[in-house]
């Protein structure tokens, strides 16, 4: 059995390879020298289990969740009845899987791990993406993921219909504050980073509507707001006047994003997407 990755992702064969990466070290961290409860079952039993959910959201990690079944045991076959960036509600069949007993109770817990959390972050990302509809604005992530886990839940929150920053701090700039204070000042420090990186995406961040002029005439095209309020925000968006994407972001919640997005701004990055991720309640019964 082969599985799929939906829908199409921008580099689907580097996210493959994440996987069997994800759950080769997910594995080796969970039986280590062998699954001694897993022992006491006969080594040619057979089992078919399936997985439900408990809890409305939006699935994610079918992907993981089969490469843990199909490392232990390649024969197994799993059947899926929805599919990644699906809305799943409670008592919905997802899944059912039929293998080897041994490797099927050993890769559980580890396989639900993944689709848990993975579909925990699409899930609180759909909510978020779902409260500014009707807006022209983007719900962005950002670098704040579980340890190990970014390639996964940057897919999730794809998956929950929201958009991806730089994967981490080798393939974009973001100037904060240090940076700007280091290099002497915003349009020092953009001139570096446009001389240093041409191809790369360049964002600044600031902190008031001065360093936003300084860094429009510095030629800033990706400008970061950080905590501004409501009114400063519907400030920037009419003194930028489309010169360059603002992007707000700082102790943004649900409570408070519509009003946020009704400022006009063009990008709201969340922490809250892949930083306090509560896991879908899913169970995996044999049958």
Same mark, same amino acid.
């Given at each position: 059995?082969?599985?799929?990755?939906?829908?199409?992702?921008?580099?689907?064969?580097?996210?493959?390879?994440?996987?069997?990466?994800?759950?080769?070290?997910?594995?080796?961290?969970?039986?280590?020298?062998?699954?001694?409860?897993?022992?006491?079952?006969?080594?040619?039993?057979?089992?078919?289990?399936?997985?439900?959910?408990?809890?409305?959201?939006?699935?994610?990690?079918?992907?993981?969740?089969?490469?843990?079944?199909?490392?232990?045991?390649?024969?197994?076959?799993?059947?899926?009845?929805?599919?990644?960036?699906?809305?799943?509600?409670?008592?919905?069949?997802?899944?059912?899987?039929?293998?080897?007993?041994?490797?099927?109770?050993?890769?559980?817990?580890?396989?639900?791990?993944?689709?848990?959390?993975?579909?925990?972050?699409?899930?609180?990302?759909?909510?978020?993406?779902?409260?500014?509809?009707?807006?022209?604005?983007?719900?962005?992530?950002?670098?704040?993921?579980?340890?190990?886990?970014?390639?996964?839940?940057?897919?999730?929150?794809?998956?929950?219909?929201?958009?991806?920053?730089?994967?981490?701090?080798?393939?974009?700039?973001?100037?904060?504050?240090?940076?700007?204070?280091?290099?002497?000042?915003? +349009? %020092? #420090?953009?001139?570096? $980073?446009? !001389?240093?990186?041409? =191809? *790369? /995406?360049?964002? &600044?961040?600031?902190?008031? @509507?001065?360093?936003?002029?300084?860094?429009?005439?510095?030629?800033?095209?990706?400008?970061?707001?950080?905590?501004?309020?409501?009114?400063?925000?519907? +400030? %920037? #968006?009419?003194?930028? $006047?489309? !010169?360059?994407?603002? =992007? *707000? /972001?700082?102790? &943004?919640?649900?409570?408070? @994003?519509?009003?946020?997005?009704?400022?006009?701004?063009?990008?709201?990055?969340?922490?809250?997407?892949?930083?306090?991720?509560?896991?879908?309640?899913?169970?995996?019964?044999?049958?």
């Amino acid at each position: 059995m082969t599985y799929t990755i939906f829908p199409e992702y921008p580099d689907t064969a580097v996210l493959t390879q994440t996987i069997k990466n994800d759950v080769i070290k997910s594995l080796e961290e969970d039986i280590g020298s062998g699954d001694l409860t897993a022992s006491l079952l006969s080594p040619d039993g057979i089992a078919r289990a399936q997985v439900i959910t408990r809890q409305s959201g939006v699935l994610c990690g079918a992907a993981w969740f089969d490469e843990c079944f199909l490392t232990l045991d390649p024969e197994c076959n799993i059947s899926w009845h929805a599919k990644d960036g699906e809305r799943i509600k409670p008592g919905q069949r997802l899944c059912e899987i039929s293998g080897k007993a041994r490797a099927l109770l050993t890769a559980e817990r580890n396989a639900l791990n993944f689709l848990q959390t993975l579909s925990g972050t699409a899930t609180v990302t759909r909510r978020y993406v779902d409260m500014v509809q009707g807006f022209d604005v983007k719900i962005m992530d950002t670098r704040k993921t579980l340890p190990g886990l970014r390639d996964a839940q940057k897919y999730a929150v794809r998956m929950g219909g929201g958009y991806n920053q730089r994967m981490g701090l080798f393939d974009g700039i973001l100037i904060k504050e240090n940076h700007i204070a280091a290099a002497g000042g915003i +349009a %020092a #420090v953009l001139e570096a $980073a446009f !001389r240093l990186a041409p =191809e *790369a /995406s360049v964002q &600044i961040e600031v902190e008031d @509507l001065m360093q936003l002029d300084e860094a429009l005439n510095a030629g800033a095209k990706l400008i970061l707001l950080d905590n501004f309020d409501p009114d400063a925000l519907r +400030a %920037a #968006v009419v003194k930028t $006047a489309k !010169r360059a994407e603002l =992007e *707000a /972001s700082g102790g &943004i919640t649900l409570a408070s @994003l519509r009003e946020i997005a009704k400022t006009g701004v063009d990008r709201i990055s969340i922490g809250a997407l892949t930083k306090d991720v509560e896991a879908l309640d899913l169970s995996m019964r044999l049958v």
